[in-house]
């Protein structure tokens, strides 16, 4: 992350603004996104591809991660391609004016109304994900005379070393058709049959998410290229796009120790070339589709310590203004967090602490264990750190909490994104 202590004043500071000064205006829990940083990380994947059509980049953003109509734009100026899927996602990108033709749309149960949406948008690529929605989407885009570019999405039997609700392509789950099962064969087939209304342009595979191991990106290269060359057998067709999915880890804690998107990129370009030369097959374009490598380092949250409650002999429990219904990621995945005193130093000793929320339940839990300073108390400010991805865009009301603003720091100035819910926001939605 590129947090900074300011040597003055002991406060961390993001963007070039101090935290305190940022807590005192925007208030607090508050998400904080570092927009050079979220930049730069999108040119590094960028860049890791070399040359590439901007009208097809290499590199979609995943938006799941966290999407804002700001962020939509970051990512359309960067040059990026964007990965949705869902109609609100999509609904956001196009609010911002985000170039449809450089949207991947992606679920394993699209409405007719989302895939009517995109259609008549002109979403580039959709990622089908079962034999009824490649019927749908070729029924909607004869309906309308349009053709649909279509990825099938692969599950490559990959068991990627990651939390089992965020790994993807083992063969018991929801997503994708089955390669070794012969269904991803057959979904190709079907896709073929509807050539005036479907194109073809590739596979796609993603195996998981918070992935160190790169071995699992390349066994998912491995597979599916043997696809790839099974389709060129069968049609006589060489598919030109393979799309790996995104996944790539981050560190969260200091002893994550992630790959850099050159590495993985260039391991991935490698062996997609040296198994296509061995079918003798054209090497198709790869794309990917990174989410938290992007947006999660960039990110920190803001909290104010409440109480804090010393337990003999354990640990100490720290209180703050959020909780699980800012950050659900301690309690649904057992993620693990750093975080800091961010409002001051100090010289006290460090004391074994658990950072929790302010919900009612006992498994709120945003820091399971950090060392803190044993006088952090009340009014002090916490940073946690790496939030950026999946913390704001996986927040809930529970309790009826109002979910915290995104801000952007840049240049010394922040922005806000997308703003502090109220209690008339709660309100607004209950009729009585
Ligand atoms: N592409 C596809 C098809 C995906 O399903 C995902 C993530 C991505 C790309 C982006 O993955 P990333 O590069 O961000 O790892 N909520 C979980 C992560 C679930 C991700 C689901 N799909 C978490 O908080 O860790």
Redesign the pocket.
Known sequence: ITAARDEETGQLTLGGLGVRELARRQGTPAYVLDEADWRRRAQTWLAAFGDYSRDEPPVHY?G??FLSKAVARWAAEEGLGL?VCSGGELAIALAAGFPAHRITF?GNNKTVEELTRALDAGVGRFVVDSQQEIERLAQLAADRGAVARVMVRVTVGVEAHTHEF?A?AHEDQKFGFSLAGGEAAEAVRRVFKHRGSLELVGLHS?IG??IFDTAGFETAAHRAVGLLAAIREEHGVALPELDL????GIAYTSEDDPEDAFTIVASLKAIVARECFGYSLPTPRITV?????ISGPPGITLYEVGTVKPLEGLRTYVSVDGGMSDNI?TAL?DAEYTCALASRTSEAEPMLARVVGKHCESGDIVVKDTWLPADVGPGDLLAVAATG??CRS?ASNYNHALRPPVLAVLDGAERVLVRRETEEDLLALDLG
């Open positions: 995943a799941k991660s990965d992606h965020i993807t993603h998410s918070q999915g995104g996944g790539l589709e990174p989410g938290r490598a990621r995945y991805a999946y996986m």
